[in-house]
């Protein structure tokens, strides 16, 4: 019934709910888990065109997907450091989106075109000296990219080829599994306390779904940046592997996960997830509200200034 269901339905919602149980739309699942994975009779005739399709029009993101395979590899290219700005939160709630809807796409490895950095996470100047309405609007592009990549019904794999502090780390974590590079110059974590910022209740659900409530309790309230081996030590990171070979070995780390059955492993991924998902969306405008009250804070944006004052000194 619910492999019928997951064929025939728009959404995979629905499918959830008949499989779960759970009788109401608005407390199951997420929206983003939207169209069924099996190919369609359109998505074959396209898929006689080209292999490999160009899906971003954005020049900070890049999304390539391979017909062929059903593996799009999606390319952070902010440069210098890949970090998240309103705009590249926006891109790639929309290129998530454009995926989930592709019936030919089965999953998805995240990576960065950036040489030594993953992804330096949230675009503080974005939280400096805004406005509120600037405020409120950034926290519902986080939210937006968070909802769609933790609630992908794709199998996504997080090849880190650097470093991922703080929202980084966020976005690898949301992924089904994560490789990082094994260069001991690289760390991540969650390092908001570092900023005197605080990561919110969906940031530590998040790391708690990963690595436990201990590891995450050490992690958040110091701050911790994990090397790549300590990041494997404390399962923050399933494995690490010669720089050189992060996206072949996230390539054939894929093929792996693609050999189950779509429906049985997103259903599965969908009953992990849902509560952890439900607490954001039953709590989102209030969230914002918090956001944008705590960084609008004085004390806050003090902090603030100093951390990029202090990133901007020459490093010893
Ligand atoms: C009840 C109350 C509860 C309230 C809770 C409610 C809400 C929660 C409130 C807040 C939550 C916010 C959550 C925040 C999440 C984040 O992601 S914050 C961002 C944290 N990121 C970092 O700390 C990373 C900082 N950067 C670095 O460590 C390094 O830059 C690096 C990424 C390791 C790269 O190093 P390197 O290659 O040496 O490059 P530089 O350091 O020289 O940097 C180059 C330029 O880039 C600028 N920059 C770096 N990171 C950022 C960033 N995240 N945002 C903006 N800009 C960044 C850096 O300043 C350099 O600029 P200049 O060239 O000097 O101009």
């Known amino acids: 019934m619910a492999a019928l269901l997951l064929r025939t339905s728009r959404g995979l919602g629905a499918c959830l709910r008949v499989a779960t149980g759970c009788p109401s739309p608005s407390s199951c699942v997420v929206a983003a888990w939207s ?27 890049s999304i390539d997907m391979d017909d062929k395979t059903g593996v799009a590899v999606l390319k952070l290219s902010n440069p210098p450091v890949n970090s998240l700005s309103l705009e590249l939160l926006t891109e790639l709630a929309i290129g998530l989106d454009k995926l989930e809807m592709n019936p030919s796409c089965r999953g998805v490895i995240m990576t960065s075109a950036h040489p030594h950095i993953f992804s330096a996470g949230l675009d503080v100047s ?4 805004k406005p509120t309405e600037h405020y409120r609007e950034f926290w519902r592009a986080v939210q937006e990219m968070w909802l769609k990549l933790y609630g992908s019904s794709l199998v996504t794999i997080a090849a880190i080829n650097g470093s991922s502090p703080a929202g980084g ?16 110059k690289y760390s991540i974590g969650l390092n908001e306390t570092k900023l005197g910022i605080v990561a919110p209740f969906w940031f530590r659900d998040t790391m708690m779904g990963v690595v436990g409530t201990r590891v995450t309790e050490r992690s958040l309230q110091l701050g911790l940046m994990y090397s790549p081996a300590e990041a494997v030590h404390v399962g923050l990171v399933d494995r690490t592997v010669p720089e050189e070979t992060v996206f072949e070995e996230a390539r054939t780390e894929m093929a792996r996960w693609l050999k189950i059955p779509d429906h049985a ?22 969230d914002i ?28």
């Open 35 to 61: 169209s069924a994975r099996w190919p369609r009779e359109g998505a074959v005739a396209w898929r006689t065109h080209a292999q490999v399709r160009h899906y971003s029009s954005s020049d900070k993101l």
């Open 126 to 129: 974005e939280m400096m000296g």
């Open 169 to 184: 780390c966020l976005m690898a974590m949301c992924c089904d599994y994560r490789l990082m590079a094994d260069n001991p």
């Open 265 to 286: 492993r997103q259903i599965t991924k969908s009953m992990m997830r849902k509560t952890t998902i439900d607490h954001l969306l039953a709590q989102r405008d209030s």
């Open 289 to 316: 509200s918090n956001f944008a009250n705590f960084i609008s804070k004085d004390s806050i944006q003090k902090s603030l200034t100093a951390y990029m004052q202090a990133l901007r000194q020459p490093k010893k």
